[in-house]
């Protein structure tokens, strides 16, 4: 019987100059961003200069975390108590937690068996709600058609934000992914395409929301220390009307991300060879199916799913554990408890109860694994062998 040994949870190490800076932030004892003698440049400050300019975009903001930033973006559009946002079904909790920490109420959106937004489920629920905002996440890397999305959000004058946190680096019809709304949002918690533990941006084009963002982050009245900000005409009303919500990065996090982010494209290449590996070996196993990638998803392949229809609870949990046997540890969003990150819409009791039938059949049969680029690509053909295995013995007991 063949076994995997190593971690699920083994991140990379943080590369020698990004350890090089974080000593010379502690050093200097300047670890908040502001704090800085005049004529220098802080760590966060870069590091939004050096993002914003990857993107493409003209605005960028450093965050305490991926969550944080979606409840800011949401604030700084103007989201109203009560107001509907539409989401995906098939999502993480920060992500309808978000929305309620933000007032709004969370409308959620069926899921096709290709792990994305059904579009014909959001184009009923726009005339339904007339919903403002759509709150999108490429849960797990799947993006959706995004020329089809915009095209029906635009009919019925809806905006975008976007949550990018498994996305990052990752683009639709070479269209960067974070590009598409009035605003984006990524994660750097630590099992994202950049590590800092836990941290995040909110990008934007949009000058009046992101003068509202940088003041709801906390700049006091160093709003003009954000050269990844708008001109200091935005702030003329903003400073005096916005609420401190304080959310910042703080320098020693920026100075690990600084040296990641000239890292991003190598290591998304190195994540879709070990994709493509895994994808190999699970595709045409009899009963199990993994989603198909269209060919404008420039996607990042940090993690890997596969279907099994009609697979019963029973079914599902002796499966995990014949896996678990053999090193390998596989996620499964069918089950009725929350279990680690992994969870099914109806445990967000804070949510009012919604119906998705099509969305509770694909759940039911959805697994997740990570793919951690520690592992190489010889173990991915060993994972490939031991899911395989795995699951013909479940079918042979």
């Known amino acids: 019987m063949e076994k995997f040994h190593k971690s699920f949870t083994q991140q990379e190490p943080i590369p020698e100059s990004g350890i090089n800076r974080a000593i010379e932030v502690m050093r200097s004892g300047r670890l908040h ?9 802080s760590e966060v400050t870069t590091l939004e200069e050096n993002f914003a300019g990857y993107l493409g975009v003209d605005y960028c903001l450093a965050c305490a975390s991926g969550g944080y930033a979606m409840a800011t973006a949401l604030r700084a559009f103007g989201l109203k108590p009560g107001e509907p946002v539409l989401t995906n079904a098939l999502t993480l909790s920060p992500v309808p937690g978000a929305i309620q920490a933000a007032g709004g109420n969370a409308v959620l959106i069926e899921t096709t068996d290709q792990l994305v937004l059904d579009l014909d489920d959001l184009d009923r629920k726009l005339v339904a709600t007339c919903a403002r905002l759509l709150l999108i996440s490429h849960m797990r890397g799947h993006i959706v058609d995004m020329d089809r999305l915009s095209e029906v959000l635009s009919r019925h004058g809806a905006v975008l934000i976007e949550d990018c946190a498994h996305t990052m680096g990752a683009s639709w019809n070479n269209r960067p992914s974070g590009t598409f709304g009035i605003a984006a949002c990524f994660s750097t918690q630590t099992y994202k395409h950049i590590n800092s533990g836990e941290g995040g941006f909110l990008t934007s084009n949009d000058p009046a929301l992101m003068a509202r963002a940088i003041i709801l982050s906390g700049s006091y009245m160093f709003y003009e220390h954000h050269t990844r900000g708008p001109k200091s005409e935005a ?11 304080s959310g910042r990065m703080d320098n020693l996090r920026a100075s690990i991300l600084i040296p990641q982010l000239a890292l991003l494209d190598d290591r998304v290449q190195q994540w879709n060879v070990r994709y493509n590996v895994l994808e190999a070996e699970l595709t045409g196993i009899p009963g199990l199916r993994v989603p198909s990638r269209p060919p404008e998803e420039q996607y990042v392949g940090s993690s890997i799913q596969f279907l099994v229809p009609d697979i019963s609870s029973q079914q599902a949990d002796k499966f995990l554990s014949i896996c678990k046997q053999q ?14 990150y992994t969870s099914h819409y109806t445990s967000w009791r804070y949510l009012s109860t919604q119906a998705l039938p099509h969305t509770d059949r694909v759940l039911r049969g959805l697994f997740d694994m990570r793919i951690p680029l520690t592992f190489s690509v010889v173990d ?15 079918h042979n007991l």
């Open 380 to 394: 991915c053909h060993l994972l490939g062998r031991i899911i395989r295995s795995g699951f013909e013995t479940l």
């Open 327 to 340: 090193g390998v540890e596989l996620k499964w969003f069918g089950a009725d408890e929350p279990r680690g």
């Open 33 to 41: 961003r502001y704090n800085v003698n005049q004529g220098e440049t």
């Open 235 to 245: 702030y003329a009303d903003t400073r005096l009307t916005t609420p401190n919500c």
